[in-house]
């Protein structure tokens, strides 16, 4: 079973939902969120490699940071 | 007794729609080819409901609330909405539900032990909007939906998911004899997404499964875990339980590949199945 952050699909859903593709999150986007500080950092950057690590849903990384995607 | 006039298992992902030009025409061709032929059959047999085995992608139940089986009670669906048709590249448009068929299924799962959730407000994603797109291009049938949850595990077995299957095609049959029910599955084959493999399709993964619908096996699927799947499938694999579901509605019957198109520009192992008796 893989790891899954609560935190992080939170946010990740409020985004897709909207349709909206980011390449990172701004500080002011993750204001409010109960993300820890490596969940703050991946966002940040738009790391969709770290982000599944630390348990982001794969179909939410994807719909949200498309544009990091090579293919 | 109602009849299963028809039973589809189609693919389904937004680049279908969206990316038309990555892909290679050829294999592109053939899998359009695939999707008008089983457009051309299902219309045949004149249908007054679709029964629609999918999937939701975290665009309707994230994870404050995920069931692992929905039934759809909504009166239309956004097939797709603004936002998504323009990933989708389809005009956004609205396909008429049917609230008072799909209470008698819900109500009737729930008697039989299958502990469906229901929802009266469903966003379509590619899991409707793809395959509707070339099945039923006019809009002009109302469906139920019967959404398994494939993307955010812990997901159902697949055991459960024929279990599941095999209540709704008894279901179908213990209605009135006047109406005519079409099912369709979506979903799969192999893909990752989102994942640190994206991109990547096993089409040795796809042709067995493609082997065991064409038998008409269900069994030998609804055997498979979830990490079997993961492995040999990708997370978009898992999506296979839609495919299950719909062998165990029509048991014996089995499927003719009309089209399967390992599109890597998709990112997916695609595909097209007219399942009959």
């Not at chain 2, 085995?53 to 069931?67: G, K, R, T």
Request: proline content about 7%.
């Amino acid at each position: 079973m893989s790891k899954i952050s609560y935190p992080l699909n939170k946010i990740l859903t409020a985004i897709a939902r909207r349709h909206l593709l980011k390449d990172a999150l701004t500080d002011e986007e993750m204001a409010g969120h109960e993300l820890d500080d490596a969940e703050r950092a991946a966002l940040k950057a738009g790391d969709i490699a770290r982000l599944y690590e630390l348990g982001a849903n794969p179909y939410l990384i994807r719909r949200v940071f498309r544009r990091r995607f090579t293919i | 007794m109602a009849e299963i006039v028809a039973a589809a298992l189609t693919s389904h992902a937004p680049l279908i729609t969206g990316r038309p030009d990555v892909s290679k025409p050829e294999q592109r061709d053939r899998l359009y080819a695939g999707f008008h032929e089983l457009r051309r059959r299902l219309a045949a047999t004149r249908p007054d409901l679709l029964v629609m085995f999918v999937n939701d992608h975290l665009q309707n139940f994230a994870y404050d609330n995920l069931p692992a089986f929905c039934v759809g009670l909504a009166a239309s669906y956004d097939a797709p909405s603004e936002g998504g048709a323009k990933l989708m590249r389809m005009a956004p448009r609205k396909i008429g539900g049917h609230p008072a068929w799909a209470m008698a299924l819900l109500e009737g799962g729930l008697a039989a032990g299958i502990d469906f959730a229901y929802s009266y407000e469903i966003e379509s994603w590619d899991e409707l909007s793809v395959p509707l797109h070339f099945l039923m291009p006019e809009g002009d049938v109302p469906i139920v939906t019967v959404y398994t949850n494939c993307a955010a595990p812990p997901l159902p077995t697949p055991r459960r998911c024929r279990e599941m299957g095999a209540f709704v095609g008894g279901f179908v049959r213990s209605r009135p004899p006047r109406e005519r029910i079409a099912l369709v599955g979506t979903g799969g084959l192999s893909h990752w997404v989102g994942t640190p493999e994206t991109g990547r399709i096993n089409p040795d993964f796809d042709r067995r499964v493609l082997d065991h619908v064409v038998r008409g096996e269900v069994e030998p699927l609804a055997r498979l875990t979830r990490d079997e799947i993961e492995r040999e499938g990708g997370n978009g694999g898992q999506e296979i339980r839609n495919w299950i579901a719909l062998l165990a509605a029509v048991p014996g019957w089995r499927g003719e590949v009309l089209a399967y198109e390992p599109v890597a520009e998709w990112i997916t192992g695609c595909a097209t199945v007219w399942v009959h008796p």
